[in-house]
């Protein structure tokens, strides 16, 4: 017996087998979470460096004249080209409590990861997902921090997120497909909660994986993806001009921003995975959720009422949900409602 088929005839050894990818995967998206701001920040930081390298040697180059037209770098009004300042790029304040450290070269893998507090390095056996929380009793075993309860919580709901996955799917390509949408989700929530931003670097590839997998779509499938070609391409542009125009309406209305363009691709990113058809199911989930955890978090006094609040996780959640019940919540409903 191959693999493969031991894989396809035992459903408990693939779920234990996926929770153990899980976990070891959620501790890695730990990293993502931390360091992907960090390394979009230093990114906008350096093309502002660049641009005013660029106006310096502009200025220097007309030698101060008084001619504004010979200065294509300015912030005079109707300007068409404005040198752009940190908020016009979005470099939130949130991120000044996050500081980058002092390294000759820092992305996803190095260097190697650190306590915040002494900077000692941790040993292998310490980045063990869960177990090495438990026998440290949540502390750093150099100086005695307490660990943030964020990390083993990240690896434990990617562990049980899988899981629901390999359940839902078996063993399968759409189980790989599915998996790696899991993950992508969490690592949304967890950078949107943190500062309230859905990196293009997750949403985009999310979105294109959504509609190249469209093309592997048969007739014979039983699962929420993938779905046929033209309602993943319709679904794209519609989950995308649906929350912009709700963005530009309300911006129209009251003169604020209701939410991200982050927002916008995410939403398309479910449209090409699912098709136009679960759109609706998916916005009012989030919308749903949402509002009853805004309205938790003002009369519990946690969250002030001028604080934005992230829209991702939301719509991660119920994008999840789609991905797992999605047909049978829209069956259920129309059952119900004497439309079916």
Same mark, same amino acid.
């Given at each position: ?159 049980? %997120?899988? &899981?629901?996955?390999?359940?839902? *799917? /078996? $063993?399968?390509?759409? !189980?790989?497909?599915? #998996? @790696? ?84 691709? %995410?939403? &398309?990113?479910?449209?090409?995975? *699912? /098709? $136009?058809?679960?759109? !609706?199911?998916?916005? #009012? @989930? ?55």
């Amino acid at each position: 017996m191959t693999a493969t088929q031991l894989l396809q005839a035992n459903p408990a050894l693939l779920i234990t087998l996926v929770v153990v990818l899980g976990l070891l995967v959620g501790s890695f998206l730990n990293v993502v979470i931390h360091r992907l701001p960090i390394m979009m920040e230093r990114d906008w930081r350096r093309h502002c460096e660049e641009l005013d390298a660029v106006t310096a040697t502009v200025h220097a180059t007309a030698g101060g004249a008084a001619d504004i037209d010979a200065q294509p770098f300015t912030t005079a009004p109707g300007a068409q080209y404005a040198q752009p300042t940190a908020s016009d790029i979005g470099i939130e304040s949130s991120f000044a409590a996050t500081s980058a450290p002092q390294e000759p070269e820092f992305n996803l893998l190095k260097p190697r990861s650190r306590c915040p507090a002494c900077q000692v390095p941790i040993r292998a056996w310490e980045n063990i997902p869960i177990v090495s929380y438990l026998l440290l009793r949540g502390r750093c075993a150099q100086c005695g921090v307490r660990i943030s309860m964020r990390y083993p919580v990240v690896e434990l709901l990617t562990g049980v %997120l899988s &899981a629901f996955v390999a359940w839902r *799917f /078996g $063993w399968s390509w759409e !189980l790989a497909a599915a #998996l @790696l949408f899991t993950w992508s989700l969490i690592a949304l929530s967890g950078i949107d909660i943190d500062h309230q931003l859905l990196p293009d670097s997750i949403t985009l590839p999310l979105l294109w994986l959504g509609l190249l997998a469209s093309l592997a779509h048969g007739s014979d499938t039983n699962f929420s993806i993938p779905v046929d070609p033209r309602s993943s391409i319709i679904g794209a542009a519609v989950g995308y001009l649906s929350l912009w125009a709700v963005f530009h309406l309300f911006r129209l209305l009251t003169g604020k921003e209701g939410m991200g363009y982050g927002d916008f691709k %995410l939403f &398309a990113a479910f449209g090409a995975w *699912f /098709g $136009w058809q679960m759109l !609706l199911l998916i916005i #009012l @989930l989030a919308a749903a959720t949402g509002a009853m955890v805004g309205i938790a978090l003002l009369l519990l006094k946690r969250h002030g009422r001028d604080v934005p609040i992230p829209f991702g996780p939301y719509l991660a959640a119920a994008g999840w949900i789609a991905l797992l019940w999605g047909p049978q919540v829209i069956d259920r409903y129309l059952h119900l409602s004497g439309l079916h």
